[in-house]
């Protein structure tokens, strides 16, 4: 009797543990996991802004929580190595998104990679480098500055900075991009119909032998000579991110003009080529950094002959992707693309209304197709 008691006590103690006298739910006995976001953008040396971006993220919401990873230095020759850092990121399940910005050469291959593994998560491509129908049917959503609108701005802006004169600097790799090359060639035409003389000159690639540091010293000396060829009126653009720096302290100091850098934004290039120092505290501050950016152009007699657009719109890429992809992992909205939640998103990232374009272009057969996830961003321009 007492063996049979004792038993019977010791179940009842064991119940009482396992079902908290039947007040438990799966909810209680289960914490809830965090949702994971992956980064991806180039190093410091390629393009610092998207990486402060990143950084940023980290920041507001943890290394818990954000997941950073960046693509090799020369990403043309280590596709193999990108496609392996996306998968790392797959391999976590609680991670659900990756925003890659910019979407280096590799992106489509890696993106692919991930569906096969993980089709369940949301891909979003900032700055695509690839074919867009291609990088289209392997990423859920594209962001891009609208580069053909482009085509037209930049020559139209420059003409009304009194440029007489538009050298465009680039290369063979950047060439063979379909939306670079198409840009190119709409700017040489309008160019043309606004009286502007079209300079199609060559740079060298900064993923070549003579790297970036070589790349740059070609445009610090090489801008120089241009104006003393084609005139101060001359209007300067380069298809590259990591030679901002020298082109824009190069035209100022040759008395050119600078009408927009490859991402239009008050971050890239300028700080660095005028010396500007941002304090912590203004760190973002859109407003501040337009401000600091006219003086220093003003000391060296330049001002009127600048411009760029008021918002860091490939920053806003990144910061609206992780809001974006964070709101569809908790289940806030269902679908991947999503058009009215990603404006609202990308409109809070960049203070200002924003609006975007559908890609409409042909495939590799001439057909005429519209990408309803490719979109493209067009703002207009702050002079300095």
Known sequence: MFKKGFLLLLTMMLLVVFTGCGKSTPAQSEAPKKVKIGIMTTTVAQNEEEYRAAEKMVKKYGKDVILFKTTPDNFMKEQETTISNMLAFAADPDCKAIIMCPAVPGCAAAFEKVKEVRPDMLLIAGAPNEDPDMVAKKADIILNVDELAM????????????????????FPRHMSYPLLAQRRDIMKVES??????????T?????????VPGAQQFILEDVPRKVNEFGKNTNFFN??????????????????????QCCP???????????????????????????QIKAKIAEKNGTGRFSTWPVPVNMSFIEAGVEYSKDWAEGKFKEKNNKEILM???????????EAQILKTTDKTGKEITLDNFYLILIDYVTL
């Open 239 to 260: 298809t590259n991110c990591a030679m901002q720096e020298p082109l824009i302290k190069a035209t100022l100091d040759a008395g050119g003009i600078d009408a927009q």
């Open 192 to 201: 043309e119909k606004l009286g502007l003389k079209f300079i199609d000159a």
């Open 151 to 170: 085509g037209r701005t930049i020559p139209a802006q420059a003409k009304k900075l009194g440029a007489t004169t538009l050298v465009h600097y680039s």
């Open 344 to 354: 609202k998103k990308l409109s809070e990232a960049t203070g200002t209304k924003i």
């Open 265 to 291: 934004s008050p971050f890239h290039g300028y700080p660095g080529a005028l010396g500007i120092q941002i304090p912590a505290e203004k760190a973002g501050d859109v407003s501040y950094v337009i401000g």
């Open 203 to 211: 740079a060298p690639d900064p993923l070549g032998d003579a790297g």
